[in-house]
């Protein structure tokens, strides 16, 4: 994959994709900057060598057409503000000679998200030189990740140069033990993420509700708990791996909602009217023990609804051993930075991944649209 240290900016306009898919509040505040924050860098060093100016494209939610609820307005604010820059939002495909130029929503315009390559020489008019920094988005061949790059001189950012060398590393040569925590609700979701990590991990580690295919395939009840049947039949067909762990106790809700009567069940059976919302505090103990012994640990997915405080507590002990091993971390981004964020342990991992669909399907063995094109 060609880098920074690949292409000569001096003098040139450079057209960059980032990632700034950012969360905003009901008053259109950004909730988290991170995704700006980790763009930085490679901004930072293409205006110290030499670019004559930089053109942002970028990607917000999935507008149907123009939609103002979906306008990078507050990113390119905050990225102003961060730069001590101001930063022009261009609502269209010119005027862009201004220092630091973002075009509005790329998905406003059309032919975006079918890698349109009308689309994509419109981009390319815009600069001399092409750098992909989204790594969020690299998953997806759009006229902005894949098209454009075939257009011009084209290299990845530091941002998604990391991600790609991080991800593959844990892979091709982690430290030993190597341990995958992978929770969420589907097992269809993770099937590639499990199938991987049962080949290349030494332990793999499984939470939230999608332990209740592998439970009912089992043949134990779970109640009213979310349990896929999609997933039943790949679930059995890993039952037999030995690096495979389960819970063993779990705490039980009568409702999906903070309020709701709780109770602690010291094994794995459910009785109807009740639903799994968390893994029991001993699965979590010996799931940080694990960790605690680790080499590299990977981690994507938590162990229970833990935006509810009385079934935080398995996603939470996850991310304490995270931030106290002396391994390896490396988190896949989604559901699990958000606990990250929420417990304050953010900056307590190694790498925190900027695309959860990417990082899972490169650790899947998939290729990369926006990576492939960097090659």
Known sequence: ???????????????????????????????????????????????????????????????KGRDEKFSLKPAADRLGELLGVDVVLQPELEDTNGEIVMIENVRFFEGETKNDEDLAKQYAALADVYVNDAFGAAHRAHASTEAVAHLLPSAAGRLLEREVSTLNGILEDPKRPLVAVVGGAKVTDKIGVLEAFLDKADTVLIGGAMCFPFFKAQGHDVGSSLCEEEGLE???????????????????????????????????????????????????????????????????????????????????????????????????????????????????????????????????????PGVKALS
């Open 1 to 63: 994959m060609r880098t920074l240290d690949d292409l000569d900016v001096a003098g040139k306009r450079v057209l960059v994709r980032v990632d700034f898919n950012v969360p905003l509040d009901e008053d259109r505040n950004i909730t988290d900057d991170a995704r700006i924050q980790a763009a930085l860098p490679t901004l930072k060093e293409l205006r110290e060598k030499g670019a004559s100016g930089l053109v942002l494209l970028a990607h917000l939610g999935r507008p």
């Open 234 to 368: 790949p679930a059995k067909a890993l039952l037999g791996n030995a690096k495979l762990e389960l819970p063993t106790d779990l705490v039980l809700g009568r409702e999906f909602k903070a309020d709701t009567e709780v109770q602690a069940l010291d094994g794995i059976d459910v009785e109807d009217g009740w639903m799994g919302l968390d893994v029991g505090p001993g699965t979590a103990e010996r799931y940080g023990s694990i960790i605690a012994g680790a080499g590299t640990v990977f981690w994507n997915g938590p162990m229970g609804a833990f935006e509810l405080e009385p079934f935080a507590a398995g996603t939470k002990a996850v991310a304490e051993a995270m931030a106290a091993t002396e391994a390896t971390t490396v988190v896949g981004g989604g559901d699990s930075a958000a606990a990250l964020a929420q417990f304050g342990l953010a900056d307590r991992v190694s790498h925190l991944s900027t695309g959860g669909g990417a990082s899972l399907e490169l650790i899947e063995g998939k290729e990369l």
